[in-house]
């Protein structure tokens, strides 16, 4: 699985790819125990930018995970991507308030707009567009966040324009 160059006297991912040694790290530095797969997955995301199959597989491998256990935890956690994500990010708060609110409706309008669903980038790479359950700021329904920062009490025209700026 990994292969030691003589010169460097450091262990490396067959491909060479150096992102893999900060996966190797953070599994060391944690005992490889299988506790610390939510961490790993973690790491391996802020480095490759999203969870590629050959990563989940490094990572099963290396914490003596079923695939399918490391694929559930990946997939059932909002916050890991398993497709490259845009350059922009748009997340949707489809929680109760937000969703009364209109929030469905701002959904709607983007996917129309943008010509994508939601959980899909769109095809220039510029934005992604995400929903979330409820992100927490349910006074300021219907809440939108445009690339990490909270946007309350919005309308479709406002989301729009914001998007068009990117």
């Known amino acids: 699985m990994q292969t030691v160059n ?3 006297k450091t262990t490396e991912h067959p491909s ?5 040694k900060v996966l190797d790290i953070t599994m060391k530095r944690n005992q490889y125990r299988q506790d610390a797969l939510i961490e790993v997955l973690h790491k391996a995301q802020e480095a490759f930018g999203y969870l590629e199959d050959d990563v989940l597989l490094y990572i099963a491998r290396h914490l003596k995970l079923p695939l399918s256990r490391v694929y559930g935890v990946a997939t059932f956690y909002h916050l890991f991507s398993l497709k490259p994500s845009g350059e922009h990010t ?3 708060c489809l929680g109760t308030a937000c969703y009364v609110k209109g929030g469905d409706k701002i959904l709607s309008d983007l996917e129309k707009q943008l010509g994508i669903k939601v959980g899909e980038t769109s095809p220039d790479g510029k934005v992604s567009l995400v929903s979330a359950r409820c992100i927490g700021a349910c006074g300021i329904a219907p809440a939108v966040v445009f690339d990490g920062a909270v946007a309350g009490k919005q309308d479709s025209q406002s989301v729009i324009e914001k998007i068009e700026t990117w």
């Open 90 to 92: 748009c997340v949707v």
């Open 6 to 8: 003589p010169k460097a």
């Open 16 to 20: 060479g790819d150096k992102r893999f």
